[in-house]
Nanobody, 114 residues
Framework: QVQLVESGGGLVQPGESLRLSCAATGSIRSIYRMAWYRQAPGKQRELVATISGGGGTNYADSVKGRFTISADNDKEMVSLQMNSLAPEDTAVYYC????????WGPGTQVTVSS
């Protein structure tokens, strides 16, 4: 059973940066999209950024210009570079890889606080 393992979360101050990474423990066939979602306390899970198998990217309006998603399809890895972090970015961040099946990571906590 392939699993996704996330890393890079933590506690930072406003304005600082973090890089989240997500790697699969095995091979995932026919990847057509990788994505990052987040869920803040008391809120629904929201889509943060996506990257297609062809490399096209999309971002939530709230993170455009601050976050950058990148992926290595051959290595089944996806990353999220987060700059200029703000308290409203505080959430549990989940990676998602869609191939023939839909895979989710367990989540990594990002806390932005002074």
């Amino acid at each position: 059973q392939v699993q996704l393992v996330e890393s890079g979360g933590g506690l930072v101050q406003p304005g600082e940066s973090l890089r989240l990474s997500c790697a699969a423990t095995g091979s995932i066939r026919s990847i057509y999209r990788m994505a990052w979602y987040r869920q803040a306390p008391g809120k629904q899970r929201e889509l943060v950024a996506t990257i297609s198998g062809g490399g096209g990217t999309n971002y939530a309006d709230s993170v455009k210009g601050r976050f950058t998603i990148s992926a290595d399809n051959d290595k089944e890895m996806v990353s999220l570079q987060m700059n200029s972090l703000a308290p409203e970015d505080t959430a549990v961040y989940y990676c998602n890889i869609q191939g023939r099946e839909d895979y989710w990571g367990p989540g990594t906590q990002v806390t932005v606080s002074s």
